[in-house]
């Protein structure tokens, strides 16, 4: 007596038939977490997906993604968050994966850090990272979270986003429009005492199997060993890293 049976009820404006838990927020909150799961969505195609209006379907997808079950990629559509491999438990991530190898071997190459840059809202995240064994660091350590409105890693997550976050970062950034706009013509960025003083660093972008940026590469280190032009010295073995990881996504 009193107890709750999952039942089948349909889901409003068409959408396939869902196990119904009796909590309508949650069942509606996981019917977002599953059309997402299958392909990356904007608002009008998880509302297509789930039958919600856009307002429910905003607020929990915006829920969601404050508690990393979500990520928002640049192109403004939603994705699984790493909240959710988290929670798995032995989930793995294909970006994580391929870095494992990808990340070292830039070091060796450099002898400088190496950091794998992905972008959460108005910050970036460090998701990885490749330190040289000896020698002095720009240490980032993974899960530190940066602004998105200085540094070459910044730069390069910026000059690809949607044209609403971008101007958002711009408002506050010390580089402006032109500056993405050479970024994205040249394929790098670079950065010297932007985030922190006596540090130089040059990004790359990382794409996804579709081609949309999902991660930025960098390699960082003191300005007086790597110079003030850091991308002369290293772009060339930055974007062959870059398209290492991509080719393993």
């Not at 540094?151 to 976050?165: E, M, Q």
């Not at 950034?173 to 540090?199: D, H, I, K, N």
Request: hydrophobic share 40%; glycine share 10%.
């Amino acid at each position: 007596m009193g107890q709750h049976t999952g039942q089948e009820t349909p889901v409003p404006n068409g959408s396939a038939t869902k196990l119904s838990s009796g909590i309508g927020v949650l069942d509606k909150a996981v019917a977002v977490l599953q059309a997402v799961a299958t392909e990356p969505c904007g608002l009008a195609e998880l509302c297509a997906k789930t039958g919600l209006p856009r307002a429910t379907a905003h607020r929990l997808a915006v829920g969601l993604e404050m508690h990393r079950m979500l990520r928002r990629a640049p192109d403004g559509r939603w994705r699984p968050g790493t909240a959710l491999a988290e929670l798995a438990g032995g989930a793995t991530d294909p970006l994580l994966d391929a870095a494992a190898s990808a990340l070292p071997k830039l070091r060796d190459i450099t002898g400088e850090s190496v950091q794998l840059y992905r972008r959460d809202g108005a910050q970036r995240v460090c998701v990885a990272t490749a330190e040289p064994p000896s020698g002095l660091r720009d240490t980032v350590p993974v899960g530190a979270r940066l602004p998105m409105t200085a540094g070459s890693g910044a730069k390069v997550l910026a000059a690809w986003s949607d044209p609403a976050t971008q101007r958002s970062i711009l408002a506050d950034a010390v580089f402006g429009e032109r500056t993405l706009l050479e970024v994205r013509r040249r394929g790098w960025a670079q950065s010297v005492a932007e985030r922190e003083p006596g540090v130089a660093s040059v990004s790359a972008p990382v794409r996804d199997s579709t081609g949309t940026v999902v991660a930025a590469v960098s390699v960082s280190g003191p300005i007086e060993r790597i110079g003030r032009k850091p991308g002369v010295r290293w772009a060339s073995d930055l974007l062959s890293a870059a398209d290492a990881l991509t080719e393993r996504l």
